[in-house]
């Protein structure tokens, strides 16, 4: 299938875009700090025969206005969430955050825990708040220099290939230097500050829907032992190692990714 257009809807005077496809249980799919919601293209051709999937542009990103401030948390971006949900009309979802995306899935599971059926967070990041604020800073400061320098096309170049394993396929990084090369730096930056200013422990601890928990073997940007320390803050959570993968996992390796995430999903039918 062609990826599905972008679509938009306003709450609050601000425009959240999307892209959905399929009729079934809703899947919402939350991306990185360097996509869109064009990277999940494999996803939906894989999924979309058997569920509703829905893929946003974080606030900042692709169609979406940004979120009010300079520093939006990661709250923020979780009830921005919850606004697309009521845009679209939808009570209840099954959700997945990636990277940075699973921050924002973890604060939207904490502050709307009743709108879930069940949360998978893939090679999450766990924010930087409790590591050495001069390490944060100067973290902070390369990042949004970078992007202000160099521009979101070198920025891609420069960064696609550490997102994924040495072995994979070209097409994986074209993909994703396409993509992070439409990154907006006005929503990257606000994203940055938030992934530098935030720690998903807390929040990931209030989960109480069913939880996958899955990373690459491979990932050098959020690494396995990241993820199984954020599977152990969650009651009950199911751990996934996606053998031989980046962290850009679910471009990567689709099939592999789509039938961890459909496993899970059918077994709680």
């Given at each position: 299938m062609t990826l599905p257009p972008l679509e938009t809807v306003r709450r609050n005077g601000r425009a959240i875009a999307y892209r959905a496809a399929g009729e079934g249980p809703p899947v919402l799919l939350l991306h990185g700090i360097g996509s869109g919601s064009a990277s999940w293209e494999a996803q939906f051709d894989g999924l979309s025969g058997?569920?509703?999937?829905?893929?946003?542009?974080?606030?900042?990103?692709?169609?979406?206005?940004?979120?009010?401030?300079?520093?939006?948390?990661?709250?923020?971006?979780?009830?921005a969430v919850a606004d697309l949900l009521d845009g679209l009309g939808l009570?209840?979802?099954?959700?997945?955050?990636h990277s940075l995306?699973?921050?924002?899935?973890?604060?939207?599971?904490?502050?709307h825990p009743r709108r879930l059926l069940s949360v998978t967070l893939s090679d999450a990041a766990a924010g930087y708040l409790n590591g050495p604020k001069e390490l944060r800073v100067?973290?902070?400061?390369?990042?949004?220099?970078?992007?202000?320098?160099?521009?979101?096309?070198?920025?891609?170049?420069?960064?696609?290939?550490?997102?994924?394993?040495?072995?994979?396929?070209?097409?994986?990084?074209?993909?994703?230097?396409?993509?992070?090369?439409r990154v907006r730096p006005d929503g990257y930056a606000q994203a940055a500050r938030m992934l530098h200013n935030s720690d998903i422990f807390a929040d990931a601890a209030t989960i109480g829907v069913p939880a996958l928990v899955?990373?690459?073997?491979?990932?050098?940007?959020?690494?396995?032992?990241?993820?199984?320390?954020?599977?152990?803050?969650?009651?009950?959570?199911?751990?996934?190692?996606?053998?031989?993968?980046?962290?850009?996992?679910?471009?990567?390796?689709?099939?592999a990714f789509n039938a961890a995430l459909t496993g899970f999903l059918d077994g709680l039918e």
């Open positions: 058997r569920f509703r999937i829905v893929a946003w542009d974080t606030p900042g990103y692709g169609a979406s206005d940004p979120l009010p401030g300079e520093r939006p948390d990661s709250g923020a971006y979780g009830d009570e209840r979802i099954h959700l997945l955050g995306g699973g921050l924002i899935a973890a604060a939207f599971a904490a502050r100067d973290r902070l400061n390369a990042r949004i220099e970078a992007m202000t320098d160099l521009g979101p096309a070198e920025v891609a170049k420069r960064r696609a290939r550490e997102v994924l394993s040495p072995s994979a396929p070209e097409g994986a990084y074209r993909k994703v230097v396409a993509v992070q090369s899955m990373y690459g073997s491979e990932d050098t940007v959020t690494p396995e032992s990241i993820g199984r320390d954020i599977a152990a803050a969650i009651g009950g959570a199911r751990y996934v190692t996606l053998q031989g993968l980046g962290h850009a996992s679910y471009v990567e390796g689709p099939e």
